[in-house]
């Protein structure tokens, strides 16, 4: 399983960075997003993580607490759980 490791600051112009090398290590197979030292978290980092959980049902993601706080705020725990569809 691959990895893709998330820096601490997602903002729009970070999310905008990584999603070539993101949307195409969704392709390759089963891939961890880890994002569990994401501290700062934008609604561009949302929008790629469902897009991604979306894509392919081979990606788990790691979450942060920050990260995990504001899904559940934002409605979208779901996203976060394996258990359960994007």
């Known amino acids: 399983m691959q990895t893709f490791p998330l820096p601490p600051r997602c903002d729009r112009a970070t999310v905008e960075a990584l999603l070539p090398d993101l949307a195409a290590a969704v392709g390759t197979g089963p891939l961890t997003i880890d994002a569990a030292q994401v501290t700062h978290v934008s609604q561009a980092l949302l929008q790629l993580i469902i897009s991604a959980r ?3 049902d081979t990606v788990r993601i790691v979450p942060s607490q920050a990260l995990s706080e504001i ?4 409605g979208l725990a779901a996203v976060l ?3 359960e569809p994007a």
């Open 54 to 56: 979306r894509t392919s």
């Open 71 to 74: 899904a559940r705020m934002a």
């Open 81 to 83: 759980n394996e258990s």
